[in-house]
């Protein structure tokens, strides 16, 4: 008798008793399997590595939505960080492959947009390939902000890694491109069209050298939401969901910062820029009409 110890032979069999009893009930996918956590999902191809992501490692991932008659929607390539965990959703189908395997499960919106992924409807056939294991910076911060690096051109510009290692367990939200984190949240009055609002910020390149800073001057910047000019764009967006006490840093691309240069030649043409915002106050009478 001959006994295979072959990874290859062993794991097929297993999957071939999961996909007969899932036969036994009605799926979304044809022969899949469900995790304990609940995600639907069928591995479809098992590759020749024997190595499995490790808890921390940036895993980069092929993957490809299949619309209801399973042909290509979409395709694209994303790095995502392993958290270890056996009992999260997509995590969880992870901690079932090894690189260079491949499986198909059912995502809903929320799912995928754990992925940074939108789907045209709300559940769709997702299926991933784990290709690499990498841990470089810049696929780690990748992995939880994707486009955060887009600006970094030189190692000099490394310098602003020191500050997303900061934001990183910070709330966040993304809007046209630019990364908003909240560092602490006010309590007070919403920002408004038209209220008086005081504001103290600090500007940076991603090198770390300082454009402009109101905190330096002593002197906080004073102005009437909704007024045109008064910032650039990103910091304007922002502001139109912050509130009195509310302390942010905004990671701003150069569409939504000086594009080509600012006047004074300070900052570069098509620099993403590093500003701190805090809102030390909001006027609840509004600025009357003349």
Not at 47 to 74: S, T, Y
Not at 211 to 235: H, N
Request: hydrophobic share 35%; aromatic share 8%; proline share 5%.
């Amino acid at each position: 008798m001959h006994i295979i110890h072959n990874r290859q032979a062993g794991r097929a069999f297993g999957i071939t008793c999961l996909l007969w009893l899932a036969a036994c009930t009605g799926h979304n996918i044809p022969g899949s399997s469900f995790t304990p956590s609940g995600l639907e999902y069928k591995i479809l191809y098992l590759g020749d590595e024997q190595e499995k992501p490790r808890k921390g490692d940036i895993v980069k991932i092929n993957w490809q939505l299949l619309n209801k008659f399973g042909k290509h929607a979409r395709s694209g390539v994303l790095s995502l960080e392993y958290s270890g965990r056996e009992d999260a959703g997509f995590q969880e189908l992870i901690s079932k492959l090894y690189i260079g395997d491949s499986a198909v499960f059912m995502a809903d919106s929320t799912s995928a947009a754990l992925l940074h992924i939108t789907l045209p409807q709300n559940q769709m056939r997702l299926t991933v390939k784990p290709f690499a294991v990498a841990d470089t910076l810049e696929e780690r911060y990748e992995s939880h902000f994707p486009g955060i690096t887009s600006g970094v051109q030189t190692t000099g510009d490394r310098a602003c890694y020191r500050v997303f290692d900061t934001l990183m367990n910070k709330p966040a939200r993304e809007m046209d491109g630019m990364y908003i984190f909240s560092v602490r949240a006010g309590t007070g009055t919403a920002i408004q069209t038209g209220r008086q609002v005081t504001l103290h910020y600090e500007g940076f390149l991603l090198n770390g050298k300082k454009i402009d800073s109101t905190i330096d001057r002593d002197e906080p910047f004073v102005f009437f939401a909704g007024d045109p000019d008064q910032l650039i764009p990103g910091i304007t967006q922002a502001l139109s969901c912050m509130k009195k006490g509310d302390e942010t840093v905004l990671v701003i691309p150069p569409h939504l910062a000086f594009g080509n240069g600012s006047g004074s030649g300070i900052v570069p043409p098509q620099s993403t820029v590093i500003y701190y915002i805090k809102v030390e106050d909001v006027k609840l009478n509004n600025r009357k009409k003349s």
